[in-house]
């Protein structure tokens, strides 16, 4: 199974949370900053203890993996993405999860064309 490049460091998490934009919905909060690469988009997952105990935080990164995974296509190239989930996320199923990350990506504008594409 091949894996996503994914920021995993505190100080890049810390470095989105300052320079990043930020839009949140009632599920989710999206931060994205431009890297200048045009290289592969990475993604960071935050889920904090108040949403849940790590069973519940566990299944709601997996969702919000899945999502990212799935719709890694449309999303343009050169960013950085940090969600962090809000305790409604506890109470979400995956098309619930996977609505809101794209709603936030919407609002970034970070969705590509899909006819610029074909």
Not at 72 to 93: Q, W
């Amino acid at each position: 199974m091949k894996r996503f490049n994914s920021i995993k460091k505190y100080g890049d998490f810390q470095k989105v949370y300052k320079t990043g934009k930020s839009y949140a919905n009632r599920l989710l909060i999206m931060y994205v900053m431009r890297t200048g690469e045009e290289t592969d988009t990475r993604i960071g997952i935050s889920v904090s203890k108040k949403v849940g105990n790590s069973v519940v935080r566990h299944h709601i990164t997996r969702l919000l993996r899945e999502s990212y995974r799935l719709n890694k296509d449309m999303v343009k190239t050169g960013l950085d993405i940090v969600v962090v989930a809000r305790a409604a996320a506890k109470d979400s199923n995956f098309r619930q999860i996977e609505s809101a990350y794209l709603h936030l990506c919407g609002l970034h504008n970070i969705l590509e064309n899909r006819s610029e594409k074909n």
